[in-house]
């Protein structure tokens, strides 16, 4: 299992940015015990139905804040928005600060807090705020507005289980033109990477064995914003969105969530609309489960041995390198990456940027 420091990121074991923690549904007012990013969380929703993410271990006596109680009063533990202690009942706000104490009317510790994760609630997932520096978020989540559309079936999550693999091999996916062939049976029309910030946009076309259109050729546009977000848009029988959803759980571990989103075709979508988007979930499934067979069972690429047609995987890296370093260092990382760069031996799509 290789680590971050195995592939020489930088100074961080685990990227700043938006993380997948939960699905919407697995939020509730049951305080709910967490592994994500090397840390031991609880979350819960508040009664105002934000949900909310602090440190796990209670700074008295270090207890897990989601630790079974079978007694009624330890069983009631979220007061408004603020979570008691289910060992001496200090009360921590959705700040992660406690506010109080049942049996104690003298001042409150200063030590006595919690760190609390920024938490945003968008298309059917809970995303945590995670910055080794404790930094506000620095960008924003992708807009997804056909989640909202009511013209488009939304979806349930995948939930793929952990694989002891980082990140960084997946995300080398953006930039690895050559594996559509042997992996998903795709002959390529064309391909090409973007590095914009913290935007990496791949696209691509051609015919697919399992996902394809009318035309035989099927159209990707997939854009990672952040290191852990990828969102694909596919152009087919009917348009799709492909959600990709990753998160590290320890150094050199991952947690992969799938999900797809299909338009329908009546207002609110059909039976037949709903038959169709199970039929285009359960194809892209097997299209990324391709790539998932390889992860579980690769060795660790450190060092690429990369040929010039093989695609941009040093920029990739580069960009990717931005998550692990301080943010006042980002941009150096944004310039040696930034760019569109087609493939040597492959045709680009017709752009802007290939235009110039």
């Known amino acids: 299992m290789a680590t971050t420091k195995d592939y020489r990121l930088g100074e961080f074991t685990f990227p700043r940015g938006w993380f997948m923690a939960a699905t919407t549904a697995e939020i509730s007012r049951a305080p709910r015990a967490l592994r994500l990013l090397g840390r031991d969380l609880v979350a819960y929703r508040g009664e105002s139905g934000r949900a909310i993410v602090l440190d796990a271990y209670c700074p008295h006596m270090g207890a897990h804040l989601a630790a079974e109680q079978s007694s009624g009063e330890g069983a009631r533990r979220v007061e408004?928005?603020?979570?008691?202690c289910p060992y001496h009942a200090w009360r921590f706000g959705p700040d992660g600060r406690c506010n109080h104490v049942p049996y104690f009317d003298g001042p409150i510790p200063a030590a006595a807090k919690l760190r609390a994760f920024p938490v945003e609630e968008r298309y059917g997932c809970v995303f945590i705020w995670h910055d080794p520096e404790e930094g506000a978020p620095d960008y924003a989540l992708p807009d997804l507005p056909e989640w909202d559309d009511p013209h488009w079936v939304q979806c349930?999550?995948?939930?793929?289980?952990t694989i002891d693999v980082h990140p960084q091999e997946v995300v080398d996916n953006i930039a690895d033109t050559r594996h559509f062939g042997p992996i998903h049976g795709m002959k390529l029309a064309y391909f090409d990477d973007t590095f914009d910030g913290v935007v990496a946009r791949q696209r691509s076309g051609g015919g697919h064995e399992t996902m394809t259109s009318a035309d035989g050729l099927l159209e990707s546009d997939a854009v990672y914003t952040g290191p852990g977000i990828l969102v694909a848009r596919f152009g087919g029988e009917t348009d799709a969105v492909q959600i990709i959803l990753h998160t590290p759980i320890e150094d050199g571990?991952?947690?992969?969530?799938h999900g797809i989103i299909t338009r329908g075709q009546a207002t609110?979508?059909?039976?037949?609309?709903?038959?169709?988007?199970?039929?285009?979930?359960?194809?892209?499934?097997?299209?990324?489960?391709?790539?998932?067979?390889?992860?579980?069972?690769?060795?660790?690429?450190?060092?690429?041995?990369r040929l010039p047609t093989d695609g941009p995987f040093h920029r990739a890296r580069a960009w990717y390198r931005?998550?692990?370093?301080?943010?006042?260092?980002?941009?150096?990382?944004?310039?040696?990456?930034?760019?569109?760069?087609?493939t040597k031996g492959m045709p680009a799509h017709i752009t802007d940027e290939a235009a110039e």
């Open 268 to 305: 609110p979508p059909s039976e037949a609309d709903r038959a169709m988007h199970a039929a285009y979930h359960a194809t892209g499934l097997a299209a990324f489960s391709q790539d998932f067979a390889i992860w579980r069972t690769k060795a660790p690429a450190i060092d690429i041995l």
């Open 253 to 257: 571990r991952t947690h992969i969530w």
């Open 156 to 161: 349930d999550y995948d939930d793929l289980g």
């Open 80 to 84: 408004g928005d603020s979570i008691r």
């Open 322 to 342: 931005q998550f692990y370093n301080p943010r006042a260092e980002a941009a150096v990382y944004q310039q040696r990456a930034n760019g569109f760069y087609p």
